[in-house]
Each structure stands twice: as structure tokens, then as C-alpha cells.
């Protein structure tokens, strides 16, 4: 059993990404500035073309998802998958490419869970939360109590003991941006078997945060604390909360649940980087990543393999366009994102270690779906200059730069060395839907929207190694 004190919040942090990159109102149209001149907007155009025109992204996302599939850290596809884009990136000419080994946090699902409303024979959609500890095949038993929230389970205290706390509040749809309802529902997940657990609570189900409602459950990391009784704790499929729900309104429920997860010790894995070398200042760095690791159910299509297969193709266009980048440029797989960061962490200990410069470090990891703006932290000074840009970008693709976001991953580079981060904003009404769940798979992105994002990311990667931030 593997021992934490308040493991690190990754799902929870994405949240809070997305609502500070999509829930300040679009900049107002760009001032025109002598920012940029017709060689850019050539130059961009020609980025735009190669992307639509002959993009590989696509092909390739399909090779992840479908030929090696889900990949938690620690798992035989994990690597699979760190072994593919490594031989990608080679057979793409870059000029590096390289890893960084790291040790991982190992969880497994193991047997398919089971939950099941005792007396009825009702069957719920289950999906144990990730880091969850299991039940072994005795499973646990015991009435069902429903709340809203953390501080239901402080009102009730001592009422939970002994019973299982059924999280049942769902993510706010009133917010056009999906990742502020996300944001403001996914504590019930995250903490919601310490909450529980303190009062002596038995086991945790939530609804899922999701934005469907359907009865695909969707999983993510879970926490415990130390000196906190660790319990069970899985989400329920949208219809499923519903039918619980419903069933306590006639009377006490009892709800069995089944759960065979458990730890392994760290298993060795790494981060895998493909480097273009800067033509004047090789020794600078702009990073563009995503997270390489997914959860172990569905494909990891938008979350996160969109993000990887983005970031290997935005350097793919500005080769093959011909394109001498200034700075060395950097595509990063990075692992663990879903459960420990250990990769993002990773990074910024060895850049901080070397003393590399990083000019920005980007991420895409809000999924492979109409590009839509970026946002940006340390560095508001940049922000009109790269608002200015803007016009650059065909048919409005990109149409904001805010301040605030980045990514999960780059998060400790930023942190640990100041170096400016920046988010890739996509259209945000269907990530939820699938995020975390097995319906996060390849036939859901489509092909033209994915090379838009991988285009955009490119863009804005010339603009920042031409004319820096
Ligand atoms: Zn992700």
C-alpha cells in the first residue's frame, strides 16, 4: 500500500487551468502594431497549409490509441507508448531526441468493479477513482447516505460513520466554459474520502463530473491523508447517481461494492523529448508537451495523446516548411500527469540542474478540438505584443490570448525556474464529456480540428522564437 500525504491534485489543477483560460471574455480585436511583418504572415499561412494540406498528427493519434491504447503510468502501455514516440520523432529527422528516466507512482484497477443496490438487484456503472485502495472480493456493504458536498459530511459528522457517503452533486451546466463546472465539482472527487474517512465512513461513491449524461463513469485521482481511515472511493455513471438517487427517495438504500485496485511499488519510466536545435541560441529552449500517460480506461485520445501528437506535429510543420528556428524547440511527452506529476517535476528539476534558459514552456492538454485561444502566466508584460498577433491567425482559429493557464505539466518548470507558461484553449464543450472515461477514444477527434490545433501551436511557437515574449 502505498503511503501519501495529499498526493498532488493534477485533475483538480486542470480545472482551475481551464477556468482561468476560458472564463475571462475574448480580448478585444488586436491594435495593429509593427509587431510582425509579411514574411509572418506568410510564413504562418504556409504553417496553416502544411497542416491541413498533409498533417500526421492524426494518423499518428490513431497509432496511440488504437494500435498501443490506455497507458497509467507504470503500465506495459505506458512504455509502449514512450518507445513509439521515441522511434517518431526519429524516423521525423529531429536533431534530438531523448529521455529523462523517472520513477513512477504503479496503481492498477485490476478486475472490473462491481456496485450493485442490495435487495433490488439493481447493477450501477462503477468506476473505482484513481489511487483508490480496493475492497477484495468481500467487497463492502452498507447504507447508502447522500450529500452535496465536503461540508454535508462535516454538518453530518458522526452520522456517517459506518456508511457509504454518495457524492451526488453535479457539475453546473449553466457555465459556457465546461472546465469552471469541472473545477467546481471535482473536490468530491479529489477529497471526498477524506472527508468522509474522518468521520468513519466505509466507503465513497460520487457522480461523476462530467458534462454527458450518459453512464460512462469517469474516473481521476483520488486523495488520502495521513492519520485519515483510507477508504474505497469510485465514481458513478450520470444515469447511475440518477438511479440512486431515486431509489433513496423511497427509503433506505444498501449499496455492495466490489473493488480489486491496488499499489505496486514505483516502476521505472521516463519522459521522452524531440529537439530541434536552435540555429543562434541552441542553449535557449521553447517547450511545447503534453502528457503521454492516460487513465486506464478508453484510449487517452483528447486527454492527453491529442496534446502529444499536437506538440510532435507542430514541430514536424516547421520543418517541413523549411523553418530555422533561433532557439532549440522542444516536443515533450511527459508521464504521470494523471497520477503524480513525477514527469512535469522531472523536467524542471533536471532544467533547473543544468541551468537551461527556457523562453516558454507550452501545453495542450484541454483536448484535440477547435483551437481557440492561449492563455498565458509570468508574463504580462508580453500580453499586448502577443495579442498583436492575432490577426496572424486565419478565420479567427486563435482569437484570445488571456492571462493566467498553462498546464499541469509545465507547472513545476514555471514554478521552479520562472519560466513563463502558456495553455493551449480549445473549444471546450465536449472534453468533459469524455474525460477520464472510456469514452475518451481516437473516433472521437476529428482529423481537421486536431491539425488547427497543432497548426496554431506551431504559429505561435515561430512568432515567440522569432520576436521572443
Ligand atoms: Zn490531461
Given at each position: 500500500?502505498?503511503?501519501?500525504?495529499?498526493?498532488?491534485?493534477?485533475?483538480?489543477?486542470?480545472?482551475?487551468?481551464f477556468?482561468?483560460?476560458?472564463?475571462?471574455?475574448?480580448?478585444t480585436?488586436?491594435?495593429?502594431?509593427?509587431?510582425y511583418n509579411?514574411?509572418?504572415?506568410r510564413?504562418?499561412?504556409?504553417?496553416?497549409?502544411?497542416?491541413?494540406?498533409?498533417?500526421?498528427?492524426?494518423?499518428?493519434?490513431?497509432?496511440?490509441?488504437?494500435?498501443?491504447?490506455?497507458?497509467?503510468?507504470g503500465?506495459?502501455?505506458?512504455?509502449k507508448?514512450?518507445?513509439?514516440t521515441?522511434s517518431?520523432?526519429?524516423?521525423?529527422?529531429?536533431?534530438?531526441?531523448?529521455?529523462?528516466?523517472?520513477?513512477?507512482?504503479?496503481?492498477?484497477?485490476?478486475?472490473?468493479e462491481?456496485?450493485?443496490?442490495?435487495?433490488?438487484g439493481e447493477?450501477?456503472n462503477?468506476?473505482a477513482?484513481?489511487g483508490?485502495?480496493?475492497t477484495?472480493?468481500?467487497g463492502?456493504q452498507?447504507?447508502?447516505?447522500?450529500?452535496q458536498?465536503?461540508d454535508?459530511?462535516?454538518?453530518?459528522?458522526?452520522?456517517?460513520k459506518g456508511?457509504?457517503v454518495?457524492?451526488?452533486?453535479?457539475?453546473?451546466?449553466k457555465?459556457?466554459?465546461?472546465?469552471?463546472?469541472?473545477?467546481?465539482?471535482?473536490d468530491?472527487?479529489?477529497?471526498?474520502?477524506?472527508?468522509?474517512?474522518?468521520?468513519?465512513?466505509?466507503?465513497?461513491?460520487?457522480?461523476?463530473?462530467?458534462?454527458?449524461?450518459?453512464?460512462?463513469?469517469?474516473?481521476?485521482?483520488m486523495?488520502y491523508?495521513?492519520?485519515?481511515?483510507?477508504?474505497?472511493?469510485?465514481?458513478?455513471?450520470?444515469?447511475?447517481?440518477?438511479?440512486?438517487?431515486?431509489?433513496?427517495?423511497?427509503g433506505?438504500?444498501?449499496?455492495?461494492?466490489?473493488m480489486?485496485?491496488?499499489w505496486?511499488?514505483?516502476?521505472?519510466?521516463?519522459?521522452?523529448?524531440?529537439?530541434?536545435?536552435?540555429?543562434?541560441?541552441?542553449e535557449?529552449?521553447?517547450?511545447?508537451?503534453?502528457h503521454?500517460?492516460?487513465w486506464?480506461?478508453?484510449?487517452?485520445?483528447?486527454d492527453d495523446?491529442?496534446g502529444?501528437?499536437?506538440?510532435?506535429e507542430?514541430?514536424?510543420?516547421?520543418k517541413?516548411?523549411?523553418?530555422?528556428?533561433?532557439?532549440?524547440?522542444?516536443?515533450?511527452?511527459?508521464?504521470?500527469?494523471?497520477n503524480?506529476v513525477?514527469?512535469?517535476?522531472?523536467?524542471?528539476e533536471?532544467?533547473?540542474?543544468?541551468?537551461?534558459k527556457?523562453?516558454?514552456?507550452?501545453?495542450?492538454?484541454?483536448g484535440?478540438?477547435?483551437p481557440?485561444?492561449f492563455?498565458?502566466?509570468?508574463?504580462?508584460?508580453s500580453?499586448?505584443?502577443?495579442?498583436?498577433?492575432?490577426?496572424?491567425f486565419p478565420q479567427n482559429?486563435?482569437?484570445?490570448?488571456?492571462?493566467?493557464?498553462?498546464?499541469?505539466?509545465?507547472?513545476?518548470?514555471?514554478?521552479?525556474?520562472?519560466?513563463?507558461?502558456m495553455?493551449l484553449?480549445v473549444d471546450?464543450?465536449r472534453?468533459?464529456?469524455?474525460?477520464?472515461?472510456?469514452?475518451?477514444?481516437?473516433?472521437t477527434?476529428?482529423?481537421?480540428?486536431?491539425?488547427?490545433?497543432?497548426a496554431?501551436?506551431?504559429?505561435?511557437?515561430?512568432?515567440?522564437d522569432?520576436?521572443?515574449?
Amino acid at each position: 500500500m502505498r503511503k501519501t500525504t495529499l498526493l498532488f491534485i493534477p485533475g483538480f489543477f486542470i480545472g482551475i487551468i481551464f477556468l482561468i483560460l476560458t472564463s475571462c471574455q475574448p480580448s478585444t480585436p488586436a491594435k495593429e502594431t509593427e509587431s510582425y511583418n509579411e514574411e509572418d504572415a506568410r510564413m504562418i499561412k504556409m504553417i496553416f497549409d502544411e497542416a491541413l494540406e498533409n498533417g500526421k498528427a492524426y494518423g499518428w493519434l490513431e497509432h496511440l490509441c488504437v494500435e498501443i491504447g490506455p497507458r497509467l503510468a507504470g503500465s506495459e502501455n505506458a512504455d509502449k507508448a514512450l518507445d513509439w514516440t521515441e522511434s517518431l520523432m526519429k524516423s521525423e529527422n529531429f536533431d534530438q531526441v531523448f529521455r529523462q528516466e523517472v520513477m513512477v507512482p504503479h496503481w492498477e484497477r485490476g478486475t472490473k468493479e462491481k456496485a450493485q443496490i442490495v435487495g433490488s438487484g439493481e447493477v450501477l456503472n462503477v468506476l473505482a477513482l484513481g489511487g483508490s485502495i480496493g475492497t477484495g472480493s468481500e467487497g463492502v456493504q452498507g447504507e447508502v447516505i447522500e450529500v452535496q458536498s465536503l461540508d454535508e459530511v462535516d454538518e453530518l459528522g458522526e452520522k456517517v460513520k459506518g456508511k457509504i457517503v454518495f457524492y451526488n452533486r453535479a457539475l453546473d451546466q449553466k457555465h459556457v466554459s465546461t472546465g469552471a463546472g469541472y473545477g467546481g465539482a471535482v473536490d468530491q472527487r479529489s477529497g471526498g474520502a477524506i472527508r468522509a474517512g474522518k468521520y468513519g465512513a466505509i466507503g465513497v461513491v460520487i457522480r461523476s463530473v462530467t458534462s454527458a449524461f450518459d453512464d460512462a463513469p469517469h474516473t481521476g485521482m483520488m486523495n488520502y491523508e495521513d492519520g485519515v481511515e483510507k477508504i474505497p472511493a469510485a465514481a458513478l455513471g450520470f444515469q447511475s447517481a440518477d438511479k440512486l438517487a431515486e431509489a433513496l427517495k423511497k427509503g433506505p438504500v444498501e449499496l455492495f461494492l466490489q473493488m480489486y485496485c491496488q499499489w505496486f511499488p514505483d516502476a521505472p519510466s521516463a519522459n521522452v523529448i524531440g529537439q530541434l536545435d536552435g540555429s543562434e541560441k541552441p542553449e535557449e529552449y521553447i517547450v511545447v508537451g503534453g502528457h503521454i500517460d492516460s487513465w486506464d480506461v478508453g484510449q487517452g485520445a483528447h486527454d492527453d495523446g491529442a496534446g502529444c501528437m499536437h506538440s510532435v506535429e507542430a514541430l514536424r510543420i516547421l520543418k517541413a516548411i523549411g523553418y530555422q528556428p533561433r532557439h532549440s524547440l522542444r516536443a515533450v511527452m511527459f508521464m504521470n500527469e494523471e497520477n503524480g506529476v513525477r514527469g512535469g517535476k522531472k523536467y524542471a528539476e533536471i532544467a533547473k540542474g543544468k541551468n537551461e534558459k527556457h523562453i516558454l514552456a507550452i501545453e495542450s492538454d484541454a483536448g484535440g478540438f477547435s483551437p481557440r485561444g492561449f492563455g498565458i502566466s509570468g508574463a504580462d508584460e508580453s500580453l499586448d505584443k502577443l495579442r498583436s498577433w492575432l490577426p496572424l491567425f486565419p478565420q479567427n482559429t486563435i482569437s484570445f490570448i488571456n492571462k493566467g493557464g498553462g498546464g499541469v505539466d509545465v507547472g513545476p518548470l514555471y514554478r521552479e525556474t520562472n519560466t513563463p507558461m502558456m495553455g493551449l484553449g480549445v473549444d471546450p464543450q465536449r472534453m468533459f464529456d469524455v474525460h477520464h472515461s472510456p469514452n475518451d477514444v481516437f473516433s472521437t477527434v476529428h482529423r481537421r480540428e486536431l491539425h488547427l490545433g497543432a497548426a496554431s501551436l506551431a504559429a505561435m511557437i515561430y512568432l515567440v522564437d522569432k520576436y521572443g515574449l
